[in-house]
């Protein structure tokens, strides 16, 4: 795998607590990869180390094939945090101007880049405005904008769709997507699982400073799956208790069934033909990562409290 982005048994710890311990992971080039986790997981303290604000305790960072340098190295990234920090009292246009020549672009360039992206999110009246006249939403795409428009190799985005519209939130979704296409890297961290399940590619979930989960949604999905299939019949019908399958659920002509152990999809197929049924539809039920998410962090917190439990 062509990984952007490795990081090997990296560990931050503070005083009292494992904010980031011993975790390792590959991000691949132009990949929109998902950091999740409940609050106080450690995703921020791991994003500032991969920003440069924080350094790590151990292990190592390695970014484009390279050691992380966070001085040499901060023009490849854009970082747009949860916590927004943009300055209240100053103008738009001149705040972009700004952020963008701190990130090396030239006056020039950075006009140029400005202006393509403040008309392509219809921002072009906004120049002299000031940050603090801005909606919450209008103030997310403004610092959308100024991550991005330096071009970075690594974007990171923690949950870049608080306080938008749907209008704005669609927006926002297709230049993640274009930026991936033009070989960007994304990071994105948020608590919307189905906004992850429809964006990313792949996904670490974190839980107590550790990673508890690593791979693919796909990947991920099938491995959390439980055998269980939704059945769509032509009309309300009776299901007799069987050694096949179970009936989770049976509303009118939907139906939801868990296959036994010892028995195939082809076994239900069998059975419900031969009972006369009429199948209009018959798919695999697989878990959301919403469902997979509460499942892991629950156990983990309940595996911890154990242990605690027996350390004192």
């Given at each position: 795998m062509d990984a952007l982005l490795s990081l090997s048994n990296l560990k931050k710890y503070y005083a009292t607590q494992k904010a980031v311990d011993d975790i390792s992971f590959d991000i691949k080039r132009g990949s929109i990869f998902g950091l999740l986790g409940p609050n106080g997981a450690g995703k921020t303290t791991l994003l500032r180390m991969i920003t440069g604000i924080f350094y790590p305790d151990g292990g190592s960072i390695i970014l484009d094939g390279q050691p992380f340098n966070p001085i040499e190295d901060i023009q490849k990234?854009?970082?747009?945090?949860?916590?927004?920090?943009?300055?209240?009292?100053?103008?738009?246009?001149?705040?972009?101007?700004?952020?963008?020549?701190?990130?090396?672009?030239?006056?020039?360039?950075?006009?140029?880049?400005?202006?393509?992206?403040?008309?392509?999110?219809?921002?072009?009246?906004?120049?002299?405005?000031?940050?603090?006249?801005?909606?919450?939403?209008?103030?997310?795409?403004?610092?959308?904008?100024?991550?991005v428009l330096h071009e970075p190799k690594l974007i990171i985005l923690d949950e870049p769709f608080s306080g938008l519209?749907?209008?704005?939130?669609?927006?926002?979704?297709?230049?993640?997507?274009?930026?991936?296409?033009?070989?960007?890297?994304?990071?994105?961290?948020?608590?919307?699982?189905?906004?992850?399940?429809?964006?990313?590619?792949?996904?670490?979930?974190?839980?107590?400073?550790?990673?508890?989960?690593?791979?693919?949604?796909t990947d991920i999905k099938q491995q959390f799956k439980e055998n269980s299939f939704v059945i769509q019949t032509d009309q309300s019908v009776g299901i007799k208790e069987n050694a096949i399958f179970n009936t989770m659920s049976h509303i009118e002509n939907k139906i939801i069934v868990k296959i036994n152990p010892g028995y195939q999809s082809n076994?239900?197929?069998?059975?419900?033909?031969?009972?006369?049924?009429?199948?209009?539809?018959?798919?695999?039920?697989?878990?959301?990562?919403?469902?997979?998410?509460?499942?892991?962090?629950?156990?983990?917190?309940?595996?911890?409290?154990?242990?605690?439990?027996?350390?004192?």
């Open positions: 990234i854009g970082y747009m945090p949860e916590e927004r920090g943009l300055y209240k009292k100053m103008k738009i246009g001149e705040q972009a101007l700004y952020l963008a020549q701190l990130k090396g672009l030239s006056k020039a360039e950075a006009t140029e880049k400005i202006k393509y992206w403040f008309k392509k999110f219809e921002m072009e009246t906004w120049w002299n405005k000031k940050v603090e006249d801005l909606s919450k939403g209008m103030s997310q795409k403004l610092q959308f904008v100024i991550t519209d749907p209008l704005n939130a669609n927006l926002i979704k297709e230049e993640i997507y274009n930026l991936a296409k033009k070989g960007a890297t994304i990071i994105f961290s948020t608590h919307r699982m189905e906004q992850v399940e429809e964006i990313c590619d792949h996904i670490v979930l974190m839980n107590l400073g550790k990673k508890i989960l690593d791979g693919s949604v076994d239900v197929l069998k059975y419900l033909l031969q009972e006369n049924i009429n199948i209009v539809s018959y798919n695999e039920l697989l878990p959301s990562l919403n469902d997979i998410f509460i499942h892991l962090v629950e156990n983990t917190h309940a595996t911890a409290r154990a242990f605690q439990n027996v350390q004192n």
